[in-house]
C-alpha cells in the first residue's frame, strides 16, 4: 500500500501525519498486513525515514534521475535516495507524463538506474479519458509496459511493482469500478509476461485512482488487484490506514 503525498505538506504537517502513521502501524490489527510505504517529497525523505525507522512502514521517492550522478542540475539519483532512507522510488506517474512530457523512455531509463541502484521500482501506466473513450485502453497499456520489458532481466518480483491508474481517476473523485479495473490489471499482468518478465504472475499490480476507505474494499477483492496507490487520502493518516486495513496480505 503506498501513499504518493505529490507536491503537499511542509515540515510541521508532514511530521503530524508521520507520528500518525507510525502510531496506527504499531498495532499490527491497525496496521492490516499489507506493505506500507510513504511518498513524500523530496525535502522530506530523511524526515520521514527518520521518523518511520523501526516501524516497518518503508519510505520511497515519487521520481529518480536517469542519470547516475554528476553534472544534472536539479536531479536527484538513485544513490542520494537510498542516503536519504528510501526503500523505492514511483516512476512514470501520469502527473509527470502529462505535465513533464516524460516519455517511455525516459520512464524506462529512470526505471533502469533505480534497479540497479538498489532500489524497488513502482512504475505507474494508466489511459487518459480520450483514450478510454476511442477504444485504446489496451493498446495504451500495452505500449506502456513493453516499453519496460527492457527491464524484465533485473526485476525482481519483490523489488519491480506496477501501478495502474487510469488518469481520468485521479484526484477526480472518479474511481474505476471493480471490474473495470479488474480488466485492466489481468490485461497488464498478461502482457507483463510477454513482455518478458518471467515471474508476471507474482508482480504486484497496485490499482491507484480516488481510492478511498469506503471503496478500497471492492478493488482490493480483485483476483489481480494486490495493493492501491493512494493520493489525496493518503494525507490523511486514519484514511491510508483504514485503506491498508482492506489489502490483503503481500505474496
Ligand atoms: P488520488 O491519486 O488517489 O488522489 O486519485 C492517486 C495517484 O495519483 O497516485
Not at 40 to 65: I, N, R
Request: proline content about 3%.
Amino acid at each position: 500500500m503506498v501513499g504518493n503525498w505529490k507536491m503537499n505538506g511542509d515540515r510541521g504537517s508532514i511530521a503530524v501525519l508521520l507520528s500518525g502513521i507510525r502510531a496506527a502501524s504499531r498495532d499490527r490489527a491497525a496496521a492490516g498486513a499489507a506493505t506500507l510505504v510513504v511518498c513524500p517529497p523530496y525535502p522530506y525523505l530523511a524526515q520521514a525515514a527518520q521518523a518511520l525507522e523501526g516501524s516497518g512502514v518503508q519510505v520511497g521517492a515519487q521520481d529518480v534521475s536517469s542519470y547516475e550522478a554528476g553534472a544534472f542540475t536539479g536531479e536527484v539519483c538513485a544513490s542520494m535516495l537510498i542516503d536519504a532512507g528510501c526503500a523505492w522510488t514511483l516512476v512514470g506517474h501520469s502527473e509527470r507524463r502529462m505535465l513533464l512530457g516524460e516519455s517511455d523512455a525516459l520512464v524506462a531509463a529512470k526505471g533502469r538506474r533505480a534497479l540497479a541502484g538498489g532500489l524497488g521500482l513502482i512504475a505507474c501506466v494508466g489511459e487518459t479519458l480520450e483514450e478510454r473513450e476511442q477504444g485504446r485502453t489496451e493498446a495504451v497499456l500495452a505500449r506502456q509496459v513493453d516499453a519496460l520489458g527492457e527491464l524484465a532481466a533485473s526485476a525482481r518480483a519483490d523489488r519491480f511493482v506496477l501501478a495502474y491508474e487510469p488518469v481520468w481517476a485521479i484526484g477526480t473523485g472518479r474511481t474505476a469500478n471493480p471490474e473495470q479495473a479488474q480488466a485492466a490489471h489481468a490485461f497488464i499482468r498478461a502482457r507483463c509476461a510477454r513482455a518478458g518478465f518471467a515471474d508476471a504472475d507474482s508482480i504486484r499490480l497496485l490499482y491507484g485512482g480516488s481510492v478511498k476507505p469506503s471503496n478500497a474494499a471492492s478493488l482490493f477483492a480483485m483476483p489481480d488487484i494486490d495493493g492501491g496507490l493512494i493520493g489525496g487520502a493518503s494525507l490523511v493518516s486514519e484514511d491510508f490506514m483504514a485503506i491498508a486495513r482492506c489489502a490483503a496480505p503481500a505474496a
